[in-house]
């Protein structure tokens, strides 16, 4: 059974930085994309970053520049740094496996970021 556990969320000042971590757990196949996504109370969840199979990355307008996917195969474990945080990155942080077949979801990992 595939299970993924984020961490490495918590409090932050406005400006500072988190790494999220999600470790991957299980037999996982053809995996087209490793996305993270966030939601913040009220609001409906969102795409903040993900990694395409050919290794391609992509971001939200509203975090380009200050976040960074990526992973670690050996650790099966993929990270999302997160530099120059503001107030509106405050959500509940998620990871997500995607593949032709399956969608894996973490229990997610929670941000919040005072001004």
């Known amino acids: 059974q595939v299970q993924l556990v984020e961490s490495g969320g918590g409090l932050v000042q406005a400006g500072g930085s988190l790494r999220l971590s999600c470790a991957a757990s299980g037999r996982i196949f053809s995996i087209n994309a490793i996305d993270w996504y966030r939601q913040a109370p009220g609001k409906q969840r969102e795409l903040v970053a993900g990694?395409?199979?050919?290794?391609?990355?992509k971001y939200v307008d509203s975090v380009k520049g200050r976040f960074t996917a990526s992973g670690d195969n050996a650790k099966n474990t993929v990270y999302l740094q997160m530099d120059d945080l503001k107030p509106e990155d405050t959500a509940l942080y998620y990871c997500?496996?995607?593949?032709?077949?399956?969608?894996?979801w973490g229990q997610g990992t929670q941000v919040t970021v005072s001004s």
């Open positions: 997500h496996f995607e593949g032709s077949r399956y969608h894996y």
């Open positions: 990694i395409l199979s050919g290794g391609r990355r």
